[in-house]
């Protein structure tokens, strides 16, 4: 499967994560290293720009790097970059929203609820 066509698949997936609070955000597909944020490592598979004051986001996939991992790995990092935005009050000392944000995700996960 095509690099861009899996990475949709997880974040069709898993977008409920933060959509369902509200966010919106945007994907951008880069080919390569160079081609990512300055601020992204080398490393980087992606990176998230989230701004709570707007709820809205920016994630980067480094597409030459997607290429290269397996899905159970590129699922964890798509998982891993939404938890970012879901975070990302805590930068501006939204510590409770935070945490009471997470404990309602998971006690809809838990309950079934999507």
């Given at each position: 499967m095509k690099p861009i066509k899996r990475v949709r698949k997880y974040i069709n997936k898993w977008s409920w994560i933060?959509?369902?609070?509200?966010?919106?955000?945007?994907?951008?597909?880069c080919n390569c290293t160079q081609d990512m944020p300055?601020?992204?490592?080398?490393?980087?598979i992606a990176i998230a720009y989230p701004q709570f004051k707007y709820m809205t986001a920016k994630i980067y996939f480094n597409l030459e790097k997607v290429n290269n991992e397996n899905d159970d790995y590129?699922?964890?990092?798509?998982?891993?970059?939404?938890t970012h935005l879901l975070v990302s009050p805590m930068h501006e000392g939204q510590e409770?929203?935070?945490v009471?944000?997470?404990s309602r995700l998971i006690r809809q996960r838990a309950?079934?609820?999507?």
């Open positions: 933060v959509t369902s609070l509200g966010w919106k955000f945007d994907v951008c597909y300055r601020d992204a490592s080398d490393g980087a590129l699922e964890e990092i798509i998982i891993h970059e939404l409770e929203y935070t009471t944000t997470i309950e079934g609820v999507q």
